[in-house]
């Protein structure tokens, strides 16, 4: 039996209001009819091309995404218009599309505490919470004991493995998603040194350098940092993991699906994720 658009909507939006979102961010239904009935959704980190024909070949009638389409108001629907051929494909197949962004990011159900969980950080609190607000950007947590930098990357590198083996394994119709190795990891730091406290941020988490020295971290986990982060990190005694934005990102697209498929609401939905996303890095 078929769901609205719009259930499907209430549902994400129960974890990860709309209002939460940053002003410059354009998150929610981007594409289709919330009144729309739907069997099938498929959720994906980015709007590809390869993701739409994947949605028209499995017969998803929505992608649910972590990053938004449409950025900035569209002048216009042409065919020379690289900004407008995602919504063209979309509206042609008749698929709907929803993003859930920053929104998201800011939810208990962002990487960045699965992250912090899989390492078995204790007392995890927000990095950089808003003012009186139960939401924030970022984690950061201690170790039960302190470890070596080295021992906390190849634990990391370990979780991702299992987390692709669990994709793989998500319970839709095609079995073998074919999800590709992820990038190699940066690292800023010695790999003797000893870790106690760490922060993550998924996605672009190189701003946060400040916020994590302040709070007196020994490591940040985190995507996207420049030259420029990693040295003021590593000169302040703070060691770096960059493991690249599509990597810190691709925990929450497993925990969203998971989610989902807990809501009974939505019990006849057939969720399934992604078999063709990937970093534009491969």
């Known amino acids: 039996m078929a769901v609205s658009v719009g ?5 994400i939006e129960k974890i990860a209001p709309k209002s939460w979102a940053e ?29 739409v024909e994947e949605a028209k070949e499995r017969k ?12 900035k108001p569209l002048k216009n629907l042409r065919s020379d218009n690289q900004a407008a051929q995602i919504p063209m494909q979309l509206l042609k197949a008749e698929i709907g599309y929803y993003a859930a962004h920053t929104n998201l ?24 919470a808003f003012a009186n607000e139960d939401r924030g950007y970022g984690v950061i947590g201690y170790l ?3 470890e070596s930098l080295e021992s906390i990357v190849n634990k990391v590198e370990i979780y991702f493995d299992t987390l692709q083996i ?4 998500f319970k839709q119709t095609a079995v073998n998603l074919g999800v590709k190795k992820l990038n190699a990891y940066r690292m800023a730091g010695k790999p003797e040194q000893k870790v106690r406290k760490i922060a993550i941020v998924n996605g672009s988490g190189g701003s946060f350098v400040p916020k994590a020295l302040f709070k007196g971290a020994d490591l940040l986990i985190t995507g996207d940092v420049d030259h420029h982060e990693a040295l003021d990190a590593k000169e302040a005694g703070m060691a770096v993991l960059d493991i690249g934005h599509y990597t810190s990102e691709i925990p929450m697209i497993k925990t969203l699906a998971d989610y989902l498929k807990t809501e ?3 019990s006849d939905l057939e969720i399934m994720i992604s078999r063709t996303m990937h970093s534009p890095w491969d």
């Open 7 to 11: 259930l499907i909507a209430q549902t």
């Open 23 to 51: 002003d410059w961010d354009n998150v929610g239904l981007l594409v289709g009819d919330s009144a729309r009935r739907v069997e099938r959704i498929i959720l994906t980190l980015d709007a590809t091309h390869e993701v």
């Open 60 to 71: 998803a009638q929505l992608i649910l995404a972590h990053h938004p389409i449409m950025f």
């Open 105 to 128: 990011d800011q939810s208990v159900y962002s990487s960045s505490w699965t992250i912090g969980n899989s390492l078995g950080l204790e007392r995890m609190e927000i990095l950089a």
């Open 144 to 146: 039960p004991a302190s």
């Open 166 to 169: 669990q994709i793989n394994n």
């Open 264 to 266: 009974k609401n939505l």
